[in-house]
C-alpha cells in the first residue's frame, strides 16, 4: 500500500466543526506527523490525486464551496502518526464497539471523535485520508472502510435477530442540511456501480444477501 510521504516541515492540523445540528462547536488539534509531503515509493507512488485538498473543516468544505471538487491534480499526500493510530485502533475500543446495545450507540463509539476507530486511521495516515471530502483519493481509504465495514458485520452476527436490518442516522453527514431518518425502503444511488438504477438500503444490510456474496476472515 506504499508508505509515508516525504518529511516536510509542518505544524499541527486546526479540525472544527460548527454547524446547525450540533449545539457546541467542536475543535480537535490533530499532531503533526512524520511525513506530510508526497508517497515517493511502493506501487502508488507518484500517483495523481484528481481533487482536493478540500478542507479539515466542514464549515470551509463541500457545503459552502461546491468548486472545491474542482479538478486539481496533485500527488497523493500521507503524513503518517504511528502512536496516533495506534491509540485510534486499540483492543480495547474494539471491545466497546462491539459491546454497543444498538445500531445508535454503535455509531457513536465508532464517530466519537477525531481518535475514535473510524476516524483515528483517517487522522493517523493523514494526508488525503485526513480531509473529510477527499480521502478516497488514497488508496488505503477502501482498505479501512473494509474494516469498519467488518467490524459493523461483526456486531451484526452477535445479535442477528435485532441487528441485521438495524439503522441509525439521516440522510446527511451530521444531519446537515437537516434530512430525514433513513428507512430499509429509502434508496441509495451508485451510479455506474448499479445499472438497474437505483437499490434500497434493505439490499445493502447484509454481506451474504442481496446483491453480495462475501465473508470476512
Known amino acids: 500500500m506504499s508508505g509515508n510521504g516525504v518529511a516536510v516541515p509542518h505544524n499541527d492540523t486546526r479540525k472544527e466543526v460548527s454547524l446547525p445540528s450540533i449545539p457546541v462547536t467542536s475543535v480537535d488539534y490533530l499532531p503533526a506527523g512524520t511525513g506530510g509531503g508526497c508517497v515517493v515509493t511502493g506501487p502508488f507512488a507518484n ?3 484528481s ?3 478540500v478542507s479539515n473543516d466542514l464549515n470551509t468544505g463541500l457545503f459552502n464551496n461546491p468548486r472545491n471538487l474542482d479538478y486539481k491534480p496533485h500527488c497523493l499526500r500521507r503524513d503518517l502518526s504511528p502512536d496516533f493510530v495506534r491509540s485510534a485502533v486499540s ?3 474494539v471491545r466497546d464497539l462491539l459491546s454497543s446495545p444498538n445500531a445508535t450507540v454503535f455509531n457513536g463509539v465508532l464517530d466519537a471523535s477525531i481518535h475514535a476507530l473510524h476516524g483515528g486511521p483517517h487522522n493517523g495516515v493523514g494526508g488525503e485520508m485526513a480531509d473529510l471530502f477527499a480521502s478516497v483519493g ?3 481509504f477502501f482498505l479501512h472502510h473494509a474494516q469498519v465495514d467488518r467490524l ?7 445479535d442477528p435477530a435485532t441487528r441485521q436490518y438495524a439503522l441509525s442516522g439521516t440522510g ?3 444531519n446537515y442540511p437537516p434530512t430525514p431518518v433513513f428507512q430499509l425502503n429509502d434508496t441509495i444511488n451508485l451510479g455506474k456501480l448499479s445499472p438497474e438504477g437505483p437499490r434500497p438500503i434493505r439490499d445493502f444490510m447484509s454481506t451474504v444477501q442481496g446483491p453480495f456474496c462475501y465473508e470476512y476472515a
Open 172 to 174: 446527511s453527514v451530521l
Open 152 to 158: 459493523w458485520t461483526q456486531w451484526q452476527q452477535l
Open 138 to 140: 488514497d488508496p488505503l
Open 91 to 93: 483492543a480495547d475500543k
Open 51 to 53: 481533487f482536493g485538498p
Open 47 to 49: 500517483i495523481t490525486v
